[in-house]
């Protein structure tokens, strides 16, 4: 994508209601302002370039972007919250793009947010993708390939692991064990 185009969807994306501070996100009813806000920032990164993808993870991280003139802040809780939302949404094979703009989304955390926090989240959109009908695999590997080096650790553990380790990692996080 173009720099000046990524640039403009940028703009726009900021201009979308709902705010990535939103405290109260969590208890929201889906869909929020804030699910659309991060469903076209997930989009964004993965129509980026590598460039684009390090300066929209560097605008959040910093507050600044070495390629174009813009800073942001976001609460990253947020972020694995949408995650959570996302993974609840998908219910056929036909989401395999909500997976992928949940995965996009942990690449935007780039290790801001616990590990734990991430990788549970990750568990809920591998096996929520699992019961759709949505082989996670290739999904957690085309982010992965990506993603920063860091992420990307995290994304191809998944990789490795048989479903019933997934299922028992997201059931120990909800107390149904």
């Known amino acids: 994508m173009e720099d000046k185009t990524f640039c403009q969807r940028l703009i726009h994306w900021d201009m979308l209601s709902g705010e990535l501070e939103e405290k109260e996100y969590f208890m929201s009813v889906y869909p929020a302002p804030l699910d659309a ?23 959040f991280a910093t507050g600044t972007a070495i390629s174009f003139p813009y800073s942001t802040h976001a609460r990253f809780d947020n972020v694995i919250i949408y995650m959570r939302r996302i993974a609840r949404c998908l219910r056929s094979a036909t989401d395999s793009f909500l997976l992928r703009l949940g995965l996009a989304a942990a690449a935007l955390t780039e290790n801001r ?9 990750l568990a809920f959109l591998y096996l929520s993708a699992s019961r759709a009908g949505i082989d996670p695999i290739p999904e957690f590997d085309r982010i992965a390939a ?10 191809r553990a998944f990789l490795h692991c048989d479903l019933s380790t997934v299922r028992r990692m997201v059931q120990h996080y909800e107390g149904t064990c």
């Open 146 to 155: 990506i993603a920063s080096p860091q992420i990307q650790e995290a994304l």
């Open 37 to 59: 806000k991060f469903h076209a920032l997930s989009a964004l990164y993965l129509l980026g370039s590598q460039q684009q993808r390090r300066s929209l993870i560097d605008c």
């Open 113 to 121: 947010v616990e590990s734990h926090d991430l990788l549970v989240s």
